[in-house]
């Protein structure tokens, strides 16, 4: 009896929930509602086909983009290129932190070896044009999410993380033109185990009605 009981409290002080509902695909409103993402160092594979990639990245691009400048750019990396990029990540991370351990190289081996479907998001805003940058990096990280999207609605799970990859100047050259950077590196595979819910946060944290500003 202690024990189911100890149980039951460490589960009500758990920050999580178990997600048996999310990434409902019932309904669109369902999978909004439901959407989570999962972390690229649990995916397992295989990622999606090469057909369901022309769709999911075709639903990505039907996207929020203010003057149709198509502000960004999807970098597919192909398993068998798994083994050059972490060779430059390695080497870049060499330069970005020269007293990085052995153990800090075989993360970035690692993370270059996750499992799935890997796309390199690119921020490709067009410079000098009357639509702010700020509205074209807003766009593209609405592709993003449409990519999260799609990619759960066909039976996946996706990921997106940053990292200090994406700061890298040589990382940066490697996927980008002159005028880009990279918006981080999204992951589309399989869940190793059961999603969880995160904590969200409530309304009325985050949402306010407008009061007029006194004269």
Known sequence: MKRILKRIVERCRRPYLLGSMLNDTSSALSLLESRRSA????????????????RILT????????????PWRFITVGEDQRDAFGALLRQAL??????????HHEKEDQFAHYAGQLVVLVSAPVPNHKIPVWEQELSCGSAALNMLLAAHALGY???????WRTYSER?????????????????????????????????????????????
């Not at 639903?59 to 198509?70: F, K, Q, W």
């Open 94 to 103: 060499v330069e970005s932190d020269p007293r990085a351990t052995i153990a």
């Open 59 to 70: 639903i990505a691009v039907r996207t929020p983009d203010h003057g149709m400048l198509s």
């Open 157 to 163: 799970v996706a990921g997106w993380v940053t990292g």
């Open 171 to 215: 990382v940066r050259q490697a996927f980008c033109e002159p005028n880009e950077r990279i918006a981080g590196f999204i992951f589309i595979g399989h869940p190793s185990r059961e999603l969880e819910e995160r904590v969200r946060p409530s309304l009325s944290a985050v949402t306010r009605a407008w009061e007029l500003p006194r004269p």
């Open 39 to 54: 972390k690229p160092r649990e995916l397992v594979g295989p990622g999606p086909s090469a057909s369901e990639m022309e």
